[in-house]
């Protein structure tokens, strides 16, 4: 059975940890590809702070570019509504019906689980992967996240806010995020 791993989220924008977490789970876990899914319309962010889905996911789509165990899927940019995860589940495992789903977080997601829609469902569609965060820990995790498979690697201390703070303070953003990206960014003049 093919194993997928999903990564879904704001990508707002997205950096080098995002896909150090996607490569190593990949290799930890033998998956044969991790799918990026930009989220188009998350409902637990302010969508009046993040720059357009389509800039989103072009940013994604340059950062994966080169590793073919990476691709991205615009399920998410398509459908009209909220981005909820276990409506994007439902449609991956449609599309990929001979495939373990593994969906990947960071630590400092599992807190929010419970505000997600029909969570519970969810927990039970697919295999959740937590990645460690600086400053969480296991003994924090709650009862939920028992089945849930634990993924340690070297902390990846890297914000998309501090990314944001940096450009809008004329900082440098180069060991943050891939050089696409970087130039993407400028380019647009996003975060200005």
Not at 47 to 58: A, C, K, M
Not at 111 to 117: A, D, F, R
Not at 177 to 185: R, S
Request: proline share 7%.
């Amino acid at each position: 059975m093919n194993k997928i791993g999903l990564l879904g989220g704001t990508f707002n924008p997205i950096h080098r940890g995002h896909l150090r977490i996607a490569e190593r789970v990949a290799n930890v876990l033998g998956l044969k590809k991790v799918i990026f899914i930009p989220s188009a319309h998350p409902p637990h962010k302010k969508e009046s702070n993040l720059p357009s889905p389509q800039d989103r996911f072009e940013m994604v789509n340059l950062a994966i570019k080169n590793n073919p165990c990476f691709s991205i899927s615009d399920i998410e940019l398509k459908r009209k509504g909220k981005s909820w995860t276990i409506d994007t589940v439902r449609i991956i495992k449609k599309l990929y019906p001979e495939s373990q789903i593994y969906f990947i977080i960071g630590a400092d997601t599992v807190p929010e689980i419970p505000t997600w829609k029909n969570y519970k469902k969810l927990l039970k569609s697919c295999r959740f992967v937590v990645v460690n965060r600086p400053g969480y820990t296991d003994a924090e995790y709650p009862d939920y996240t028992k089945n849930f498979i634990k993924v340690k690697m070297r902390g990846v201390d890297i914000a998309s806010t501090e990314i944001r703070e940096r450009i809008k303070n004329g900082k440098t953003i180069k060991a943050l995020v891939p050089v696409k990206v970087e130039k993407y960014i400028k380019e647009k003049g996003i975060y200005k």
